[in-house]
């Protein structure tokens, strides 16, 4: 069901939102975890080494989806926060086109660059032939990820968390048998891990689709409501370009440092594949309040309910600050019985190179807390272009570590790579924010009594 965000208590929005999508964050986690746990275990060190070494790279082309898909949503919020119906099916038929022509050209330009991007990534020789079967199953299917991501982004942005994370359960339900079934039964090794993940988002999408048309008669699109004007396309680009390039410029960063992890072997390599995996995971919330924040200010930036953005904002960054106390001190405290979910009886090297990088991360989880919420944020209310600066910013941070600290403090340089970007990017976001909010009260006189 539809939620309407421009009324009533701002916490009790944010936390009813965020619960069903923290679940949903969780299980699509598992599409990657669930892959690197049994190929770990029943394939080999190599073969999560394989798999681990393309995570940067994947990334790099769905989340340049994701960031698309994203964008497009921003306006759906902002005409169903506004009660334009006529609007909002015209947000969505303009998007719907916007991200056929995406499947198209990503499809091709991943299947086409993904080889030669392995080779400049360093990929070791032993692991370079599972790595490319892998990425390039993934990339065939990009059209399962788009279609996905584009539907519950519509959905999120009409206020329902909850039916995408039903979607999401079944078929990572799914995602655990078909691993099962391709890698240890049929011994598929790395492409049957691909296969499951493509096979389960296909699922996923399908479901969505059919639950969209049955229930959401807003939604039902007719042929005029594809008679968009070219503005409509301009706009979803304005806003979705600049937050696809974010995401991209984050996966050039892990790029880089997959770059200068892959010379020091496949142990490194497995160490800190796991290693990440648990921090994937644990940083959920985080991402999820992010999420949120960009329905809730795009609702209430269309129904020019200026007062209630500043004021959610507000207590979603106190809500984040506690969250990721308690999630830094879980992946410090617990983070290494994580790792050995993926790799079988692993040796003291990986236990200690796994417990750095954790540990590392832990202490910093604050600032990338503040990432997701004040990018969002600014996203919701249409600002993209900052957001995606902080994204360079992050960028430089990361490179500029990855390749300069490892010569001095070797692999705990790696370590502090990601950490030194999240504060790169959060200090620029966290001022624009206030600087924008302040300007956008002092522009509109809002009379109306914030709701506590």
Not at 19 to 26: E, M, Q, S
Not at 114 to 121: E, N, S, T, W
Not at 149 to 175: E, Q, T
Request: hydrophobic share 50%; proline share 3%; aromatic share 10%.
């Amino acid at each position: 069901m539809t939620k309407d965000m421009t009324q009533g208590s701002p916490v009790k929005h944010i936390l009813l939102f965020s619960i069903p999508l923290l679940i949903g964050n969780v299980f699509q986690q598992f599409y990657s975890m669930v892959d690197t746990i049994i190929v770990g275990r029943f394939v080999g060190v190599d073969a999560l080494a394989a798999v681990g070494s393309t995570g940067s790279l994947v990334f790099l082309i769905n989340g340049f989806a994701l960031g698309l898909t994203s964008g497009f949503s921003v306006m759906v919020s902002q005409r169903f926060g506004a009660n334009d119906e006529k609007g909002l099916r015209k947000a969505v038929s303009s998007s719907v086109v916007l991200c056929a022509a995406l499947v198209v050209i990503l499809t091709t330009t991943s299947l086409i660059a993904a080889k030669p991007l392995l080779h400049l990534m360093n990929t070791p020789d032993n692991i370079f032939n599972d790595a490319y079967i892998y990425v390039a199953i993934i990339f065939a299917g990009i059209v399962t990820t788009v279609a996905y991501n584009m539907m519950a982004s519509i959905l999120r942005a009409l206020g329902d968390s909850k039916s995408p994370l039903y979607f999401l359960i079944i078929s990572s339900i799914l995602n655990i048998v078909l691993d099962l079934v391709f890698i240890i039964n049929f011994k598929m090794g790395v492409a049957g891990a691909a296969y499951a993940t493509i096979i389960s988002q296909g699922v996923s999408a399908i479901l969505c689709f059919i639950y969209i048309l049955k229930k959401y008669a807003i939604l039902k699109l007719s042929r005029k409501d594809y008679n968009v004007k070219k503005s409509m396309y301009i706009k979803h680009l304005k806003i979705g370009i600049p937050m696809a390039l974010q995401f991209s410029i984050t996966a050039l960063g892990l790029i880089t440092v997959q770059g200068a992890l892959n010379v020091l072997g496949s142990t490194v390599i497995a160490a800190y594949t796991a290693s990440s995996k648990a921090l994937q995971l644990v940083m959920q919330p985080a991402v999820t309040y992010g999420v949120t924040m960009a329905t809730y200010c795009g609702q209430n930036l269309g129904a020019k309910r200026y007062d209630r953005i500043k004021d959610g904002v507000n207590k979603a960054v106190k809500i984040s600050i506690i969250t990721s106390i308690i999630s830094g001190f879980v992946l410090i405290a617990f983070g290494t019985q994580f790792v050995k979910l993926f790799i079988e009886n692993p040796d003291a090297q990986i236990i200690a190179y796994s417990k750095q990088v954790l540990t590392v991360s832990g202490i910093f989880f604050i600032p990338l807390g503040l990432i997701f919420i004040f990018r969002n944020a600014l996203q919701g209310i249409g600002e993209s272009f900052v957001p995606m600066m902080a994204g360079v910013a992050e960028l430089g941070a990361r490179a500029l570590v990855a390749f300069t600290l490892p010569a001095f403090w070797g692999f705990f340089g790696i370590c502090l790579a990601d950490p030194i970007a999240w504060i790169a990017a959060s200090v620029p976001l966290t001022l624009y924010y206030h600087r924008t909010i302040k300007k956008l009260l002092a522009k509109y006189d809002t009379s109306d009594e914030v709701t506590a």
